[in-house]
């Protein structure tokens, strides 16, 4: 299995505060992603990157923002956290094409109070 | 209404029986079509992956891709208690994003 680690794992917090997800691989993956995973919605994306400092929109991107300054890492941070905000938080990680497995770390569940 | 379409269940089956998972889509470009498994509190694994239209199978796998109907299944034959899980079908468009789009995920649970 590809290495990606996401930190913390668990994390609670309250309405207003910033937060900041870590998503770490060791596969010099391309393409990282980050997803949410609510019941009734499944997996839905909420930014990507395709390289070093470039990230661009997913489906569901109001109130998140990304940044990538190296290959290996990949941040998460909603700067005003909000409780439409509580949920598993996915990073994933592949070599960019669609024909390629995207290898997903083990979640972060936040819930904002 | 969403781009894909999944029954949540849960789907409970007795041990060894035949499980089908399906999905639905509207957006005629897709042309990736994958399944992922979930187990409890875990990441998704990449199950099966298919090109376009057609069959593939793997082990007591097997993917089917009908674009016509813009509909995908999953089969699982002899089913086993460790396939008890979430399965969650993703479609993509472009080829040089990987950019996938989930269905909401069937919960099945395989009854020894």
């Known amino acids: 299995d590809a290495g990606i680690t996401q930190s913390p794992r668990h994390k609670v917090t309250e309405t207003g505060t910033p937060v900041t997800l870590r998503c770490h691989q060791t596969?010099?993956?391309?393409?990282m992603y980050w997803y949410r995973q609510d019941p009734g919605h499944g997996l839905r994306l909420i930014h990507y990157s395709y390289g070093v400092k470039d990230t661009d929109k997913g489906e569901v991107s109001d109130g998140y923002s990304v940044s990538r300054s190296k290959t290996e890492d990949f941040l998460l941070t909603l700067e005003s956290a909000t409780s439409s905000q509580t949920s598993v938080y996915f990073c994933?990680?592949?070599?960019?094409?669609?024909?390629?497995?995207?290898?997903f770390g083990p979640g972060t569940r936040l819930t904002v109070l | 209404q969403k781009e894909v379409e999944q029954d949540p269940g849960p789907l409970s089956v007795p041990e060894g029986a035949i499980v089908s998972l399906n999905c639905t889509y509207s957006?005629?470009?897709?042309?990736?079509f994958m399944w992922y498994r979930q187990y409890s509190r875990k990441g998704p694994e990449l199950l099966m992956y298919?090109?376009?239209?057609g069959n593939k199978e793997d082990g007591r796998f097997t993917a089917q891709v009908d674009k016509s109907s813009k509909y995908i299944s999953l089969f699982i034959r002899d089913s086993q208690p460790s396939d008890s899980a979430t399965y969650l079908c993703a479609m993509s468009v472009h080829s040089n994003t990987g950019k996938l789009i989930f269905g909401q995920g069937t919960t099945l649970q395989v009854k020894p």
């Open positions: 298919t090109y376009s239209s």
């Open positions: 596969e010099n993956h391309r393409y």
């Open positions: 994933a990680s592949s070599s960019g094409q669609a024909t390629d497995t995207q290898y």
């Open positions: 957006n005629s470009a897709f042309q990736y």
